[in-house]
């Protein structure tokens, strides 16, 4: 390869790492932290001791929530699974040392905080009907996914009838969490 071929090459290359760099570093959840982690701990438990009837319908109430979910799930799969689940598909310079690292530690972090992997009920911190809360707040203040993200995969904002229907199935699931309260 001659050398301004390979001049060329590394030139892309370090332009991109300086361009990357500020976006993937921006990446994790918008900066925000764990909120009542302890406490939100001990909701999970106390969720964990609840007799088998109210166990049976507690399950009951996931699993229409769930069935529910199945009609918004496409949304969720285009626009948050690569951060917030086991299903994420990589962009081409996850492979470059250290934005891969900065990309992994993102996910692991946005993963904490909201798991889509199993479908409903979600993992992560804080009750589901906190869980579905936050869900609502981050994407009707277009928090969700992140701008530095989308700046990256065009196309990926909730908005218009898919947020409509994200925000129809969210409120009726937590009415139906509500009963078990």
Not at 44 to 50: L, P, Y
Not at 98 to 121: Q, R, V
């Amino acid at each position: 390869m001659s050398d301004s071929i390979l001049r060329l090459v590394k030139g892309f290359l370090v332009l991109g790492l300086l361009l990357l760099v500020p976006v993937v570093a921006t990446f994790s959840n918008g900066g925000k932290k764990h909120d009542n982690d302890v406490e939100n701990d001990k909701k999970e438990t106390a969720d964990t001791t609840i007799s088998d009837s109210a166990q049976m319908i507690q399950d009951s109430v996931y699993a229409t929530i769930d069935n529910n979910y199945q009609t918004v799930r496409h949304i969720f799969r285009k626009s948050c699974f690569d951060c917030h689940s086991d299903s994420t598909k990589y962009p081409w310079y996850h492979v470059l040392p250290f934005i891969g690292g900065m990309i992994d530690d993102d996910i692991k972090e946005a993963k904490e905080h909201l798991d889509l992997s199993n479908d409903f009920p979600f993992g992560g911190h804080a009750t589901q009907i906190e869980r579905l809360r936050e869900i609502r707040e981050e994407i009707a203040d277009g928090d969700m996914p992140i701008l530095s993200y989308r700046f990256m995969h065009w196309g990926l904002l909730i908005e218009g009838k898919r947020q409509d229907s994200l925000f129809l199935w969210i409120d009726e699931s937590i009415k139906l969490l509500k009963q078990l309260e």
